[in-house]
């Protein structure tokens, strides 16, 4: 999947063509990190930078991450969101970009 492939995946999602499932680690993640759901569609609809999308064998689908502000308390954030031009797309976890920056440095080790 590319950048283009994942953005319009992305369009359908805003547009209400494609209903994302939400993990229950996202679920948890909502609750836990003081997120509330329209968090979740302001990031899609109006994130400011989104990775190249990396096939994830655990969701089963092309992950990508898009860095964005949530609307609640304009908190800096990231939503890993899994993709599939074949089948369901899921929200997979949201958390402050502070912290997704800490845990990716810590992965690279």
Known sequence: MTRKD???MLTRI??????PYHTKHVRERLVSRDYMPHDILAIVQ???????PEWDEEHRGFKVELHGK????????VLVVSLR???PC???TIMP???????RAGRKK
């Open 6 to 8: 994942a953005e319009h």
């Open 14 to 19: 805003r547009a209400g063509e494609i209903q």
């Open 46 to 52: 109006s994130h400011r930078h989104m990775s190249t």
């Open 70 to 77: 949530c609307v609640s308390e304009g908190r800096e954030t």
């Open 85 to 87: 031009v074949d089948g």
């Open 90 to 92: 899921g929200f997979v």
């Open 97 to 103: 970009e502070r912290e997704f920056m800490k845990e």
